[in-house]
């Protein structure tokens, strides 16, 4: 293990233009804000490149640089690090993360230009991107957490940036709680894990993992890998707890595009990725992974149909496609999952990218069925924004296409998947097609439904906003061409074509997952299949939403209720709120306050005791009148008293 | 003795003392000047308690800075004094706390300045005493003395049903500082049957043994007082009137020092003296402990003050420290006397920081706010910072001690789960967690509706930021509140040896601290224990006192 010390400046960069823009972006004129915040996350970035290529300096087998930066908690025998790690899997994570990160922050000098609060958006910006770091970088699970809930915390901040609005600033505060319900989960795997492990640092697990994996208990690693899913459910929005991430669009969209699309929703997926071989010592764990993640991304996908935001649109697809991820990492293929990771990060970004210049364009109208005809006003958009979405349909030779059916596949191929998994996959696919295609189809095509005053101002947004856009839409089409499955890549002449694959190997290479072992032509017909069903999506989107627009009305009206669950999302936030939120309010209110603490305790028992004491000595004063007569009297009935006592014992 | 010949403990101890003389040869009507005589002299009593830090032993497990006078010898009553890595950090909470609060009341006390002033120098050599304390005569006296200041605090400038929270804050301490001083004139004769000398020191009655049985009864008497003061569920309905009427200073000395004297009293007296009877109480107390943290917190979110609120959440907060204190292991105890440094910056700041508000508006009610953030930018984020803080946001200081509570209750768990299948354990440490969640529930709720959501009420159109007095304050408790939560280990360093002293204190097996006693009888042995091992030395009679 060799130590790689500039590591540190990675995080450090942005803290800094953190505390620059939040202590004094009040007064700093705008220019300057958003320089300071560029120039530390593209420093960032920077440093990653360079981190990256000394990585790949070193001989494969050996690629664990880490970073010792200081002893954070030492206590007995608990000793828990500042130490950062760079391994293939969190070079991949910290380039995108930082990559993408850089790309928005440029872009949101466009987006929010005009916004009174400019210097805070930067300020949280580059707090997001110093605790995404840190949460990629940590070389222990305690340290990895300390990101998490960075994280957690920019992304409430910036849910409910526009804060006068209740229901952004409740969406910030549902995110946040929601997240700590997962990270709940999260803690009681960390506590497990220092009990069996004795230690929390990644490295030393997997060792332990490697050389004594056998003698540790199964349900004691299984426990600890659900707990640690829990957590992943919060923050990477996968069935109980993906509620949030829907109403998270609040924030302002290069928010939705780097916070929950791109990078930390993904984080879920990373942090499996990071304990691939614990996961892979519980298989019990990995089939919920699975079966959650198909669950997701099945439910996810179909309640994108029916909504008309379109960035709600998007949320349900990036709730869908993080189902796809945990689907692989589930059936033990965690390359193809952090590949869909990568690949998801550069057209979900820019599908956001998209998204916000359409909504800029349109003087913040959100609704689809306000849109349509915005081809020809905002021509880089639209095609920038079409390049995303033949990607995250799968359609060859975009980058979605490949990660994709590399998932597609392994869940079928794969010891710990199944054909059900695989049939999930493909009718995902095809679900997701159709839905992308109804949103570009009611975006940009057709007549223009916009109020007049809005359609005056339809323009393409300024360079600042558009180039990264190319950018990202150039790395939507190439970025799969780095982890080409064999079977094509024969087609092309080109050996070793899975070279993303490669590259990751040795992070996954103990925890040998078996896949069984199916013919080419086998290979092919199913790339067939999931490639043809996104075309049928395709297709299916083309028919209703172009040729026969009246169409969806009718069918809308033909299943209703089925309709009306899914536009209203399963009723999943009302069961939420009436299984849960209302009764525990009403607990804590009637019961554990007014009855228990302020009747019970409080009234019966303490001033009870002191009423008691009043009343006693309240009749016990009526004989301390300072009447002599009743003096005497009890006196003389004292002594009667006593007498007969005496006379009569 | 003392620190190189200085009795440094006694200066920093009795220094506000003299303070209050000072002020006392002040004219009454110079309220200024009185308050300024108050934060100086309880600013140098800081400075000076800084020596502490920087000449503690950091892995010495002994009292420091001792000093030993008799005071009524022949009964056994010594003015005995010390600090260790227990006591350390409270004490400098303390020192640090006190002119913090003062400065707080510029513009809040207006009347009677003189009072306060006197009452709140008082108050801080009680406090500090009762920390320092290592006779239990000594450590009675300033316990005892440390209600007057408060209960009139909170009966001159409280609010509106100041009176009647000052006596219930009176009465229910008071019910339980008589048990308690029965229980240690029973350790008294106790030591006189067993030793043949009368003695209240801290080091001697160690050696006295009990049976089970009076250890039980002991600790009833002693864990009552304290769990009164802590304040643990049932024990507690004192704390939100006490912290409702009593003025912004009042509440951040109660909350910030004051409560705990409860867990400190534990961790000092009532654990190490009673092992057997702790062990054996241990999970009832965790329970309490437990059910205190979810209470608190669900209570907490249902109040329409803000102050009310906090005031609960300090239950939850509280039920933390003493689960981690009943783990009985390094981890458990840090974290526990952690979270007590904890909870006095972050919910003193809290306390302060609704005293802005209060002293705006007059009014702490929920309803009344609402999008403040927009007038008061600065106010909002030191807010925001404080919040976090305590919902134990990791990067600051309620994480790490949080986390190491989660752990030493784990850890204890688990070491009962591998020994008897205890469950019950585990099921506290998976309970106290949702702590998490609770904490975030409330304190986030709250802040929304003061702070979030559009600015409706038109008498917080105009509301001033926080001034350059505020702000001092507000800095000075975010340096801790980060620093602690970024390099804890200033902290941990200098606790560790000191805790690891009281565990194996608590630990003792039922053999050695029976033969301890026969052994003590035969008067000529005293036990110190090292490390976890029990290790005997003989040293004659009378040595060290």
Known sequence: MNNIYYLWLIPFFPLVGFIINGLFGKKLPKPVIHWVANVAVWS???VAVIAFFDLLKVVPGQRILVDPVYRWIFTGGLAIDIKFLLDPLSAVMILVVTGVGALIHVYSIGYMHDDPSYYRYFAYLNLFIFSMSILVLASNIVLMFVGWEGVGLCSYLLIGFWFEDEEKAYAGRKAFITNRIGDFGFILGILLMLVIFKTLDFVEINKILIYHGETLSVTALTLI???????????????????????????????????????????????????????AHAPVAMAIVAAVAGATAFFAATMAITQNDIKKVLAYSTVSQLGYMFMAMGVGAFAAGI??????????????????????????????????????????????????????????????????????????????????????????AIITAFYMFRLVYMTFHGENRSPEEVKHHIHESPAVMTIPMVILAILSVIGGWVGV????????????????????????????????????????????????????????????????????????????????????????????????????YLISLLFLWRFTDVYVIDGVGVNGSAKSVRFTSRILKYWQNGDAQVYIFSFVLGVVLVLGYLLLA | MGWKGLPLISIVTFLPVIGALIVLFIDKNEGKLIKTTGIIVTSIDFLISLIFFFAFKAYSPDFQFVEKLPWIASWGVNYYVGIDGISLFLVLLTTFLTPITILSAWKAIEEKEKEFVIFMLLLETAMLGAFVALNLVLFYVFWELMLIPMYFIIGIWGGERRIYAAVKFFIYTAVGSLLMLIAILYIYYAHYKQFGFYSFDYEDLFRVVFTFKEQLLLFAAFGLAFAIKVPMFPFHTWLPDAHVEAPTAGSVILAGILLKMGTYGFLRFAMPLFPLATRAAAPYIMALAVVGIIYGALVAMVQKDVKKL????????????????????????????????????STGALFLLVGVIYERRHTRLISEFGGLAKVMPWYAAVFMIVTLSSIGLPGLNGFVGEFLVLVGAYKAAFAEYLKDLHVGHFTFVVLAATGMIWGAVYMLWMYQRVFFNKLTNPKNFKLPDLNLREAVIFVLLLIFIVWIGVYPNTFLSRTEASINKTINRVMISKEAYFNRGRAMNASTIRITEVERGLIVEKVPMGEGR
């Open chain 1, 44 to 46: 960032s970035f920077t």
């Open chain 1, 225 to 279: 890998a659900i707990f640690l899913f829990i957590g992943a459910t919060g923050k990477s929005a996968q069935i109980p707890l993906y509620v949030w991430l829907p109403d998270a669009m609040a924030g302002p969209t290069p928010v939705s595009a780097l916070i929950h699309a791109a990078t930390m929703v993904t984080a879920g997926v990373y942090m499996i990725g990071r304990l691939n071989l614990l996961y």
């Open chain 1, 339 to 428: 590949f869909h990771l990568m690949t998801h990060a550069f057209f979900k970004a820019l599908l956001f990218l998209g998204s916000g210049s359409v909504i800029h364009a349109m003087s913040g109208i959100q609704d689809m069925r306000q849109m349509g005809g915005l081809k020809k006003y905002m021509p880089v958009t639209y095609w920038t924004f079409l390049t995303a979405t033949l990607a995250i349909s799968g359609i060859p030779p975009f980058a979605g296409f490949f990660s994709k059916d590399e998932i597609i596949w392994s869940s079928f191929a794969s010891s710990r998947g199944g054909v059900v998994l695989w049939a999930i996959g493909v009718i995902t």
């Open chain 1, 485 to 584: 499955s064999p079977v094509i890549g024969k087609l092309f002449g080109v050996e070793n074509s899975n070279i993303f694959e490669e590259f990751l190997h040795p992070v996954f290479a103990h925890a040998h997952i078996h896949f069984h072992h199916y013919s080419e032509a086998t290979e092919w017909w199913f790339m067939a299949i999931s490639v043809g069903g996104a075309l049928l999506g395709i297709l299916i989107a083309f028919y209703l939403y172009i040729k026969r627009t009246d169409l969806p009305r009718k069918i809308a009206l033909k299943v209703w209720p089925l309709y009306k669950l899914l536009f209203n999302k399963y009723y999943v936030d009302e069961i939420y709120y009436y299984l849960f939120i209302h009764p525990i």
């Open chain 2, 310 to 345: 906090i005031a609960y959440s300090s239950i939850s907060h509280l039920g933390y420290v003493m689960l981690g204190l009943f783990a009985f292991n390094l981890q458990g105890i840090q974290g526990g006397l952690l979270q007590m440094i904890n909870h006095g910056l």
